[in-house]
């Protein structure tokens, strides 16, 4: 197709000289008896014009066409380069709390994510031959994200703390305010159980409170946002602001030995 467009090109061009050379020559022409050329030299000229705008049109066309095509690979270019260059980023702040852990962890990538709403959930690809094993912990530098509840051999699945299933014993960091955190299958989580007057306040961190042996005592659980009265009226709850962003997970540890 592009060889088939030269030679159109070509033949307007050669199309155009002619036009042109005709045009130069017109000034001669002063002989009455060649009067009759000036109305085929008017449209000739008329014609140069519009062949000249058809090239300046064509050839722009197809430089135009190669930039988009140029900007649309350098902005994938740009692209992937920013992915990889946040993604070193989060895995350089991961290795360092990895070094820094007083746990043993497995460091895993999250692969998917529970297809419903009725469950929070996700899959890592690290599994029983990574020493993965169902009941650990997972946290990232963050704080808390959930607990193994299946362990396949090379991949096993995260209950987040989001969902209401999971729930961890915590305190108030400052207060040493004892409760139960659980998720709400939304972007906060409820502490309950608490007593009348809970020494709570807004912006106090909750922790876990190593209380049983499922997750390791002071992991950061989030930030207290909303205190409330339960329906019975006999008790007090708070919601937390999770100190993951448990939507947006992509690189997990797994607490292997505490």
Known sequence: MFKANRKKL???IAILGLVIFVFLLAPALTDPSLSAL?????????LGRELEAFVFFHR???????????????????NAQKETLLESERLKTLLNFKQQSPFKVVSARVIGRSPDGWTSS?????????????????????GLI??????????????????????????????????LVSGTLGARLMMRYLPENPDIRLQDTVVTSGFNEAFP???PIGTVVDIGKEFS???????????VNLANIEEVLVVVQQ
């Open 217 to 219: 005592k002071g992991i």
């Open 38 to 46: 000036k109305l085929p030299l008017s449209i000739a000229s008329a």
């Open 146 to 179: 959930g607990r193994v509840v299946e362990a396949g051999d090379v991949s096993a699945k995260i209950l987040l703390a989001s969902d209401p299933s999971l729930g961890v014993s915590a305190i108030v960091q400052r207060s040493r305010q004892e409760g």
């Open 233 to 243: 009226g006999l008790s007090r709850y708070c919601l937390i602001r999770p100190a």
């Open 60 to 78: 722009n066309y197809y430089q135009n066409l190669a930039l988009k095509k140029e900007a649309g690979f350098l902005r994938f270019k740009l």
């Open 122 to 142: 996700v899959i890592i690809d690290k599994g029983r031959q990574n020493g993965v094993r169902r009941g650990m912990p997972v946290v990232n530098y963050a």
């Open 10 to 12: 070509s033949s307007y």
